[in-house]
């Protein structure tokens, strides 16, 4: 249990420290940020495992063992399983920056063409947007008006989320 617990708190420590780097520091490598800050909750947690948790006198003691390799499953679950993957989902998911870009907007619509237009600072993919924009309407996501795209109450919500998560991620203004 001890194992579970020091993962679980030193993955919250890493991902903690992240967030706070991102908001106190403009980042330009936020991959290597994580993955030293990961990388030192690590070497935390197995250093701390061991200090409350000294290796036992028989070297094979099958409890020892289980509970730190349990523990080193947990602590990569929370920090990257988790955290990482929220970061990705917030920062770079296409039909989530849709959705975004459609919550943004006042009154939470626009034409498919600003649509395209905001979506990655204006670069735009024309093929991705037309997929996702069907995926998104058969999702219940979004539906299409004429030549406006509108979020539902489904897609506004989970728009609000996105926009939570990239504030709390620092990911710009996408």
Known sequence: ??????SIGW???????TLVMLHLRRV????RLMGW??????????AH???????????LRVGWGLEFVNGLYFYLFGFIGVFLQIYGLADRG???????????????????EALKQTYADGK????????????????GFIRTEGNTVRATRLGAAIGRVCV?????????TR
């Open 11 to 17: 993955a919250l420590a890493a991902a903690i420290a």
């Open 1 to 6: 249990m001890t194992g579970f617990v020091l």
């Open 94 to 112: 296409f039909s989530l920056a849709m959705l975004t870009d459609l919550n943004r907007a006042h009154p939470r619509a626009m034409t498919r």
């Open 164 to 172: 939570a998560l990239r504030r709390l991620y620092v990911t710009g």
């Open 37 to 46: 800050l990961g990388l030192l909750g690590l070497v935390g947690f197995v």
């Open 124 to 139: 735009g993919l024309t093929y991705v947007s037309h997929k996702r924009m069907h995926q998104l309407t058969h999702g």
């Open 28 to 31: 330009t490598r936020r991959v």
């Open 49 to 59: 495992y061991l200090l409350i948790h000294p290796c036992p006198t028989q070297a």
